[in-house]
């Protein structure tokens, strides 16, 4: 009776896309957060009688077959590219992306990772690293009696002195992009790591070659829409249920073999 | 032995198939692309012995699926694609071309347009699809046109099979007697085509498959019965 496993697979690939809705919505307040969406396939086919059987010596053939299906699989849970909504926050060193891109951050390992996550701070030795204390890659330190900090849209840092009103400038930063973003493997944390489906890392200037700009004083919200997020998980719960009342029926037919004498 | 517990049995295998195409299009239910499988029964004859009668039976025959469309979901994702009304996506798979309704795509590492497994989206010229690194906001029109930075790259190939098409797994179809580019589909950027799996119908299709097995197994219970008591009244002659 495989109707039994092929429910089964039913039910388990209903149960992934309620996990991956349920880290959505678990996300709905980070910073920069893109929403995950699982995408299904359907398993072999187990082919029966296989269309195109000759069937006489006239060359009639079957038209259509029998293949039965085996259920089904995830087959990916890509991450959906959003620009999420950009919220004023006034931080001098919250910097948003505003159209496609990274900061690329140098982890303790001396690994680099990438996130859209531009709340920002100052170390105690005056570098610019991120939440987690992690600096970014572009190597930026703000002298200490700086008094303010300018982010311009395409990635320069000035810092303004008491003593002089032009400002000096300290660096820039630079954003990095993917040719497929989809393929970067995400670390937790806001992070991801470069793999060989993503490409290489590219390092361009704001605003050249497709990447966004920065903003200063904003920050990139969550993309996730819980309206959409709450309408799919309806739809996997009551898929869940066909496919648990499939196991109920095909049950109550083997119970009815088996009462047989 | 009788025919009627042979009839009913070629009745009781059919529906236990039956039943596993129903399960399969209901755990295909948010499968994107996958279209509703149909199993066909047919009768067929079978001598009853030595007259001239013969006995009907059924059994599954056949295989169709339901081609209508999918409703089309919104997802705004650049590279998700759908066709809507007629024709197929054509991706280059290691056995082969495969045509496939799910247009849930993406970028491989050197930008060519790929399917979730990796396989390469071809082109209205035969071609798999490459979307230049720098291309800021790709933009795909009705007629499959691709365009990025105002210029016009490639056209998504959009076909219509010569013949009957085969199953096969990951929502592909294989056109055995090929297939031909079909100009005037449209796509549609920014959706995906989801499952056309009814569920009311698939519910209620199960229902009756379940019932129906009851009353068969019903049927051969009684059956049963009946030689039994046949024998034991022939014995207490």
Redesign the interface.
């Known amino acids: 009776?495989?109707?039994?496993q092929?429910?089964a697979?039913?039910m388990a690939?209903?149960q992934t896309?309620v996990d991956v809705i349920s880290n959505n919505i678990a996300n709905m307040s980070t910073t920069a957060y893109r929403p995950r969406?699982a995408?299904?396939?359907?398993?072999?086919?187990q082919q029966?009688?296989?269309?195109?059987t000759i069937t006489s010596q006239v060359g009639t053939v079957?038209?259509?077959?029998?293949?039965?299906?085996?259920?089904?699989r995830p087959?990916?849970v890509?991450m959906?590219?959003?620009q999420g909504a950009l919220s004023q926050t006034d931080g001098e060193l919250d910097i948003a992306i505003d159209?496609?891109g990274f900061l690329e951050v140098t982890l303790p390992s001396g690994e680099a990772a990438y996130t859209r996550d531009g709340k920002l701070n100052r170390s105690p030795t005056g570098e610019v690293v991120t939440m987690d204390g992690f600096p970014l890659a572009d190597g930026i330190v703000i002298p200490d009696d700086a008094q303010r900090i300018s982010i311009s849209r395409d990635g320069e840092v000035v810092a303004y002195f008491s003593d002089n009103a032009v400002g000096q400038p300290i660096g820039t930063i630079s954003l990095v992009r993917f040719?497929?973003e989809?393929?970067l493997e995400a670390l937790g944390d806001n992070m991801f790591r470069e793999t060989?489906?993503?490409?290489?890392a590219?390092r361009l200037v704001p605003g050249t070659?497709?990447v966004g700009l920065l903003r200063q004083g904003f920050i990139e919200e969550s993309g996730v829409d819980v309206v959409q997020e709450i309408s799919d998980l309806i739809?996997?719960q009551?898929?869940y249920e066909?496919?648990s009342?499939?196991i109920t029926?095909?049950d109550?037919?083997l119970a009815?073999?088996t009462?047989?004498? | 032995m009788s025919n009627a517990i042979y009839t009913s049995l070629a009745r009781q295998q059919g529906l236990m198939q039956e039943m596993q195409v129903v399960a399969n299009n209901l755990a295909n239910s948010s499968t994107t692309g996958y279209k509703t499988d149909r199993a066909v029964f047919a009768e067929f004859l079978v001598s009853a012995g030595d007259s001239q009668d013969s006995v009907s039976m059924g059994g599954l025959a056949g295989h169709t699926f339901k081609m209508a469309p999918g409703e089309m979901k919104f997802t705004g994702g650049e590279f998700d694609l759908a066709v809507q009304g007629e024709g197929f996506f054509v991706l280059q798979t290691p056995q082969g071309s495969r045509l496939t309704r799910a247009g849930h795509f993406q970028l491989s590492s050197e930008g060519a347009l790929i399917d979730g497994l990796g396989n390469g989206v071809l082109g209205a010229g035969g071609n798999p699809i490459t979307i230049p690194p720098d291309a800021a906001q790709v933009s795909i029109g009705s007629d499959g046109s691709i365009s990025a930075n105002g210029q016009l790259i490639d056209r998504v190939g959009v076909v219509k099979p010569q013949g009957e098409l085969l199953r096969d797994s990951n929502t592909f179809f294989e056109a055995p007697e090929g297939f031909a580019q079909f100009e005037e589909a449209t796509v549609v950027q920014g959706a995906l085509e989801q499952s056309n799996v009814s569920p009311v119908l698939e519910v209620a299709r199960m229902i009756e498959v379940q019932r129906a097995y009851e009353a068969g197994q019903a049927m051969m219970e009684r059956e049963d019965d009946r030689i039994s008591q046949l024998i034991t009244s022939l014995r207490e002659r």
Do not use: C, H, W
């Not at chain 1, 029966?48 to 195109?52: A, M, N, S, V």
């Not at chain 1, 079957?62 to 089904?72: D, E, F, L, S």
């Not at chain 1, 060989?196 to 290489?200: I, K």
């Open positions: 009776m495989k109707s039994l092929i429910a697979s039913g690939a209903q896309r969406v995408e299904f396939s359907d398993l072999m086919y029966y009688l296989t269309p195109g079957v038209p259509a077959g029998i293949q039965i299906g085996t259920g089904v087959s990916t890509s959906q590219i959003t159209g496609s040719v497929n989809k393929g060989e489906a993503s490409g290489p590219n070659e497709g739809e996997a009551r898929g066909l496919n009342k499939v029926a095909s109550e037919m009815a073999t009462r047989m004498r």
